[in-house]
């Protein structure tokens, strides 16, 4: 691999540390201002928001820009929407500032793999930057959990730095110096040869999102595996802050204590995903539909633990079903949107697709509990949810398979052919 790629992959590793850091730090800051439930509950969708919104828009930023000068704004952004979240702007509001940054961090990181490096090295790249960001996920949730706690919150006060009164605003102050450690790998990025593109014109570049949207959502085995991954990580993104408010309620942890049970589901798809890529083909990746639905109820059977020795396990298991069902969905839909529209695009229409179901699952969480559902009766119908929109893509797929017989076969010999 090329230096550059480590300085990539370094600069993502802390952007993405810092970003899950800070979630942990908002929602104790959050809890300890005395703010209801629904509104930590409410920095899910938040952090989302962006994405859904300049979701046309932020491929074409990246592409017009050095992608090391793309990343290095995202990154001030993202400072910004700290020093916000600091100096006296509702959490939530500047979580979202957060979350402008990471969307238009997103293209670039990817984009810039495919100017630096060879085709033959770009599944190893991919490989490289997935596992550090499930790791990156691990650790940040791990130490925004520490830093609140009370170990390492006292030494942070200890520090006196001026309008840093509690623990959380204290880890929220650290969170700047990562993304000011990303900053400088930002700055380090090579400069391609990749030539620049004018951004097209607002309306134009709508137009051409919503076409290649609604073509890999005419797909017969596209639509089904973007509603399956899409589904996937609008759960995915929502367990979260879930897991949170399950150990609170059910094994009495405080913030610190249950940060580390999110981090054991991390664990668990890691695994899952491992498994996945060695004994999944492409060809045969919609077999999986039917643990969607197992995910949904183990989603459930959260509400009758009350033992970590139990939920530890029980929430590796939950990960791991995720993680198997995942990459050989994700492989197929990255199959399908590379043949129809090309990688950029098919990028920018996954993203979309899933930010839109974190925003909407993470929405409908938030109002179950603003309208003062438990966090067991919450978790119970999220659960639900989840396993029967699952069952009805099952149908859905079974469906295409009985009606377009022939077109999902000549789709799945195409998978079979492909030498990626």
């Known amino acids: 691999m090329k230096r550059g790629f480590y ?90 500032v957060v ?29 490289w930057i997935e596992g550090l960001t499930i790791a990156s996920i691990i650790l940040g949730v791990l130490l925004g959990g520490q830093m609140i706690g009370p170990q390492v919150a006292p030494l942070l006060l200890g520090l006196d730095l001026p309008f840093i009164d509690t623990g959380p605003e204290a880890a929220i102050a650290s969170m700047v110096l990562l993304y000011l450690v990303a900053a400088v790998f930002n700055l380090h990025i090579p400069r391609t040869d990749a030539a620049l593109l004018p951004m097209e014109r607002p309306l134009a570049l709508v137009r051409d999102f919503s076409q290649c949207n609604a073509r890999l959502w005419a797909d017969k085995l596209g639509q089904i595996s973007l509603s399956t991954t899409t589904l996937f990580w609008g759960v995915s993104g929502n367990l979260r802050y879930i897991v949170l408010a399950w150990a609170a309620a059910a094994l009495h942890y405080n913030t610190t204590q249950a940060s580390s049970l999110v981090g054991v589901v991390a664990v668990g798809t890691a695994f899952g995903a491992i498994v996945a890529s060695m004994f999944m083909k492409l060809d045969r990746a919609t077999s999986v539909i039917p643990l969607g639905i197992g995910m949904g109820l ?40 590379h043949n129809l529209m090309g990688a950029g695009r098919s990028i920018a229409v996954q993203n979309f697709n899933e930010q839109a179901c974190i925003l909407g699952l993470g929405a409908f969480y938030t109002a179950m509990t603003k309208f003062g559902l438990s966090a067991f009766g919450a978790i119970t119908i999220f659960g639900l949810v989840v396993a029967g929109t699952m069952e009805l893509i099952r149908r859905w797929h079974r469906h295409n398979t009985v009606e377009h017989r022939d077109e999902v076969e000549r789709l799945l010999a195409i998978a079979r052919s492909d030498p990626h």
């Open 298 to 337: 183990l989603v459930i059977g959260m509400n009758f633990i009350d033992n970590v020795w139990v939920a530890a396990p029980f929430l590796i298991l939950l990960g791991a079903i995720g993680g198997y069902l995942v990459v050989p969905m994700n492989a197929l839909l990255q199959h399908r949107g």
């Open 99 to 127: 979350g402008l940054g990471a969307a238009a961090y997103s293209p670039a990181k990817y984009g810039i793999l495919t100017e630096l490096l060879p085709p033959s090295q770009l599944v190893k790249a991919n490989g």
């Open 7 to 96: 300085t990539i992959m370094s600069a993502q590793f802390f952007s993405s540390l810092a970003d899950n850091a800070l979630f942990v730090a908002a929602v104790e800051l959050l809890r300890t201002s005395g703010a209801p439930e629904w509104q930590r509950a409410a920095l899910v969708p938040m952090f989302a928001l962006f994405y859904v919104v300049l979701a046309p828009f932020v491929g074409a930023f990246a592409d017009a820009l050095p992608k090391g000068k793309v990343m290095l704004v995202s990154n001030g952004i993202k400072v910004v929407g700290c020093l916000m979240m600091l100096f006296g702007t509702h959490p939530l509001l500047a979580y979202a």
